[in-house]
């Protein structure tokens, strides 16, 4: 018996799909990522490129912009065009590049393995309000879902709306009112109290809010016939047809007869207080310019503009503590007296002070009160012994004296300074004529008492005296 060896065909083990498809994935990423990276050094390159070619040209860019301030045509520079088209083509073969890659049929399985699971990561919360939220497909709406805030009753009956949110750090916050502003003070109940909580800190605020700025009657009496629900299409129609104010502005700059209207502005003076009392205060005749003068020697112009009213010049004169101080007619010069034998007429636009030593035939050691007349004709000093002494406006020089009964307190000119009017102690007003410079008119004032001041209306019909 013979053996004979039996040939056997060797069996070819069947290839994995999964061990052999990793190998080329891999040479594909490979490949990709060096893709990539020569394209990011092409692009690195253009980059350097473009900026060498700009510093090579900053001299013709310059050129360039001085052609467009003045007007020439100038073309854009070709070597930046150029270095824009490569850049461009670069970015576009990138872009290409990273389509492919991204188009690669790469197993969706394999990628979204348990180490990507929390890539990505969905709020299945819901949102919550306070009230009721409208379905858009219950009540057919048009996609606006309307929110009803919830509310309340609260001790007193009414309704009090519940706040969406609340920040809970506010629960532990105190304010201090005893050492603050003293606004903070009016939130006291007691005097005891020196911290509020946040929450009733809002509360007072708000409760003083209202205290100083009521509910106005209008908006507790609304007129029903301006709702919208009222308005008709004729109606409508008057009101889009005009582009005039809807609001009646007329009545803003009408005063009632019972009322005065009054509104506080910063001080006249706050660029410069006085340092003593102020003795003078007067306006300009023609400009926005306000004088002050006081005991401490010092006249300051003031330009007057409700905000800043800020301070045009001051001087200063050494040897007179300033009693009486005012414009001439026409604004150019004032004229400061005091408790000397002499006074000061200061020109405004020179900015130069002149000395009057004395006025001649006189013997009075003070001219402190002194008035301008409107027509700048006169000015008039009060003197001893019921004595009124007229002076030139122009010159300075000494006129006429006009003699009272008593002592005279105080005098004014008519607007048109054709009259004087003086008044001494007794009430007793005297009515001068400035051309004869003779009293044509004498009454008493029956409720004068101890007069310091008088006053002449425009038309020269009203005396007032006190």
């Known amino acids: 018996m013979s053996l004979a060896k039996r040939k056997t065909t060797p069996k070819l083990a069947e290839p994995n799909p999964d061990t052999s498809a990793a190998p080329s994935k891999r040479r594909k990423a490979a490949a990709a990522a060096k893709a990539l990276a020569a394209l990011q050094a092409e692009v690195n390159e253009a980059r350097a490129r473009i900026r060498a ?12 912009l001085e052609d467009l301030v003045f007007g020439a045509a100038v073309a854009s520079s070709s070597a930046a065009a150029d270095g824009e088209r490569t850049f461009s083509g670069v970015l576009d073969r990138a872009s290409a590049a990273a389509v492919d890659v991204a188009h690669d049929d790469y197993d969706a399985e394999e990628v979204a393995g348990d180490e990507d699971a929390e890539l990505f990561v969905v709020d299945r919360n819901r949102a919550t309000f306070v ?25 007193d009956g009414q309704a009090s709306v519940v706040p969406l949110w609340e920040d809970h750090h506010d629960s532990g916050f105190k304010v201090d009112i005893s050492n603050g502003p003293s606004r903070l003070r009016k939130l006291r109940d007691t005097e005891e109290e020196t911290e509020l909580a946040a929450s009733e800190y809002e509360t007072r605020l708000r409760k003083q809010f209202l205290k100083l700025h009521p509910t106005p009657a209008w908006a507790k009496n609304p007129d029903t016939s301006l709702m919208e ?3 008709s299409h004729s109606s409508i129609s008057t009101v889009l047809r005009s582009t005039r104010s809807m609001i009646d502005r007329s009545m803003r700059m009408k005063l009632l007869s019972d009322e005065l209207s009054m509104l506080r502005l910063k001080d006249a003076n706050q660029a410069s207080p006085s340092a003593s009392v102020v003795q003078s205060c007067q306006f300009h005749p023609n400009a926005p310019v306000l004088l002050t003068a006081g005991w401490d020697r010092t006249l300051r112009l003031f330009h007057v503009d409700g905000k800043f009213n800020p301070k045009l010049q001051s001087v ?3 040897d007179m503590p300033i009693h009486s101080a005012g414009f001439s007619a026409d604004g150019r010069q004032v004229v400061v007296t005091g408790r000397r034998k ?3 007429v200061y020109d405004v636009e020179a900015g130069q002070a002149e000395r009057i030593a004395a006025i001649r035939g006189r013997e009075e050691k003070s001219f402190e009160r002194c008035t301008a007349s409107p027509c700048g004709k006169y000015l008039a000093f009060l003197g001893r012994n019921g004595y009124i002494i007229l002076v030139s406006g122009r010159s300075k020089q000494w006129i006429a004296n006009l003699r009272m009964n008593g002592t005279v307190r105080a005098i004014d000119f008519s607007k048109d300074g054709r009259w004087l009017f003086s008044v001494g ?9 400035l051309a004869t410079r003779q009293c044509v008119h004498k009454f008493t004032d029956e409720g004068a008492v101890k007069v310091n001041v008088i006053s ?7 005396i007032a005296t006190g």
């Not at 009230?131 to 609260?154: H, K, T, Y």
């Not at 102690?425 to 004529?433: H, L, N, P, R, T």
């Not at 002449?456 to 009203?462: A, E, K, R, Y």
Request: hydrophobic share 30%; proline share 2%.
């Open 229 to 231: 629900e009222s308005w």
């Open 316 to 318: 200063f004169f050494k």
């Open 425 to 433: 102690a007794d009430g007793e007003v005297y009515q001068w004529d």
């Open 342 to 344: 002499f006074f000061y």
């Open 456 to 462: 002449v209306s425009p038309d020269n019909s009203l």
């Open 53 to 64: 070619e700009s510093a090579r040209n900053k001299d013709a860019e310059e050129l360039e």
């Open 131 to 155: 009230g009721n939220v409208g379905d858009d497909e219950d009540d057919g709406s048009d996609g606006n879902a309307e929110i009803s805030v919830v509310q309340a009753a609260n001790g």
